[in-house]
């Protein structure tokens, strides 16, 4: 199985930044596309990006488009969510997850359903 370990969670002010990063195994990485999610209390988990495999197509949802950027190296079997211009409500426990999709004629998913490689989640905390 894909193996997938988050990190660089944490607290920040409203208007800071983060960059969130996903270590996956196996040398088979590139073959696969990656998806951060976040869920906060009370809510639905809920996709804020997405990457394909070669890393050549993204997808962001509209609350966060502008301010996130989601990237990858497949050298380093890494996805980064680099996160500008925080507010409160992004505040969630934000999840790495992976999916097969190289040959499949499509670049990701958006429905965490879809996903079935999931890391165990990083805090990010924003205050006001």
């Known amino acids: 199985q894909v193996q997938l370990v988050e990190s660089g969670g944490g607290l920040v002010q409203s208007g800071g930044s983060l960059r969130l990063s996903c270590a996956a195994s196996?040398?088979?990485?590139?073959?696969?596309?990656m998806g951060w999610f976040r869920q906060a209390p009370g809510k639905e988990r809920e996709i804020v990006a997405a990457?394909?495999?070669?890393?050549?197509?993204?997808f962001y949802a509209d609350s966060v488009k502008g301010r996130i950027t989601i990237s990858r190296d497949n050298a380093k079997n890494t996805v980064y969510l680099q996160m500008n211009s925080l507010k409160p409500e992004d505040t969630a426990v934000y999840y790495c997850?992976?999916?097969?999709?190289?040959?499949?004629?499509?670049?990701?998913?958006?429905?965490?359903?879809?996903?079935?490689?999931w890391g165990q989640g990083t805090q990010v905390t924003v205050s006001s």
């Open positions: 997850a992976a999916a097969f999709t190289k040959g499949y004629g499509v670049n990701w998913y958006t429905n965490d359903y879809e996903y079935p490689y």
């Open positions: 196996g040398r088979t990485f590139s073959t696969y596309a």
């Open positions: 990457i394909s495999w070669s890393g050549t197509n993204t």
